[in-house]
Antibody, heavy 119, light 107 residues
């Protein structure tokens, strides 16, 4: 089955760290660009980070730049998001999403993992 | 950054209604415009890409149109399964940006 499964979310104190993982299956992960997108409670979608298929090109939203690090391990079919210096405003459901695969945009999403930053 | 503005933010409609949602980009995005549907507690689902191309498996009652900076998602005959929140998104340049969302509610 073609799917993405996120894990690693949880409750963390402000200033703390968390590492999210996204496990891909059912497709050739190494050939796809990937993104992280988050959604704060009751709010809309916010793009967080992009990583190219090889991992050589990475972009970040200004809101997380310098605090979050995206990476991938194509041998393990896995995508990661290392989140440091977490703030209350980082509280959200974090989704990994496949693509864009031109001409499509992000065509496959995981179920999401919840990150709560609170003391 | 490219700003995406959706309207309305909420739409009340009945089963069988034709509904339209508008999305405006702050600058041209060369047609790299997608629409997503999201239901409570679920991940977004890609409906339309490149302005008007229907994603595989999406019912034909969904259609997209527009050009330049103004785009529209139309549902020709609203079905019970269509009550959800809809987002537009540009993928012309990074950072990728989404519209604020349109919640389609039962009238």
């Amino acid at each position: 089955e073609v799917q993405l499964v996120e894990s690693g979310g949880g409750l963390v104190q402000p200033g703390g760290s968390l590492r999210l993982s996204c496990a891909a299956s059912g497709f050739t992960f190494s050939t796809y660009e990937m993104n992280w997108v988050r959604q704060a409670p009751g709010k809309g979608l916010e793009w967080v980070s992009y990583i190219s298929s090889s991992g050589s090109t990475i972009y970040y939203a200004d809101s997380v730049k310098g605090r979050f690090t995206s990476s991938r391990d194509n041998a393990k079919n896995s995508l990661y998001l290392q989140m440091n210096s977490l703030r209350a405003e980082d509280t959200a459901v974090y989704y990994c999403a496949r693509g864009p695969v031109v001409p499509q945009s992000m065509d496959l999403w995981g179920q999401g993992t919840t990150v709560t930053v609170s003391s | 950054d490219i700003q995406m503005t959706q309207s309305p933010s909420t739409l009340s409609a009945s089963v069988g209604d034709r509904v339209s949602i508008t999305c405006r980009a702050s600058q041209t995005i060369s047609g790299w415009l997608a629409w997503y549907q999201q239901k409570p507690g679920k991940a977004p689902k890609l409906l339309i890409y490149k302005v008007s191309s229907l994603e595989s498996g999406v019912p034909s009652r969904f259609s997209g149109s527009g050009s330049g900076t103004e785009f529209t998602l139309t549902i020709s005959s609203l079905q019970p399964d269509d009550f959800a929140t809809y987002y537009c998104q540009q993928y012309n340049t990074y950072p990728l940006t989404f519209g604020g969302g349109t919640k389609v509610e039962i009238k």
